[in-house]
Structures are given as C-alpha cells and as structure tokens.
C-alpha cells in the first residue's frame, strides 16, 4: 500500500509514516506539508499512489484542495481525512470534496490504523 501523506506537523509526518511503515506492505512514498506540493505530486504519479492521507490545516492551503484532486483517481485508490478539526460540517464537506472517511486525529488514530491494514489487506488480494 502505497501512501501518500499529507501533513504539516513534522512530528506527526514521522508517527504517521513509522505506524504505515509497520503495516504489512505499507511505505510511504511522498510527504507533503502544502496543498500545491500534494496536488504537483499527484498530477506527476497519478498511479503512485493507493491511499492518500490528508489534514485539512497545512503550511499552505488546505485539504480540501487536495482532496479535490483525488477525485481523478482509479477505483482501487483512496483518500482519508486526518485533523483536530471535526465539527459535523466539516467531515461532510470532506466527503463532499473526496474523502473516504474521516478520522478525528486526537481519538481515532487506532481507527485509522485499523483502516490501514484493512485497506492494505484488501490490495493485497486483490492484486
């Protein structure tokens, strides 16, 4: 599984990407901590990719940026919102914007990694 991971905090880059990388089949292939980085990324591998990881608050711009891009994506990819932010509203125009699900950064990072190997699981079975 392929990630990309869309974060500005260094300190949660590096959780993030050790937690992936203890998937089975799980790595990191970019990390971005602005909008325009993400969305250059992507347009430059849109097949580099099986799940992108975003948060909404970035160095520059914002998730949703990202996650609009993504739509343009193949049936088997993925993108998941990650963020302190998660009044109802927010998580809807989330979906709205792309996203698959929505994780609450501060209570349900164990739910996202069980999302993660899940996933991961599924490619593996599938491909």
Known sequence: MRVLLVEDNPAMQQEMARTIGAIPGGRVVQVADAADT?????????EGWDLAIVDLFLATGHGFQVLRRCKRRGPHQRAVVVS???RAPVADYARQAGADRFFDKSLELDALVQYCKGFGDTLARSG
């Open 38 to 46: 993400a969305i250059d990324w992507l347009d430059a591998n849109p």
């Open 84 to 86: 302190n932010y998660t």
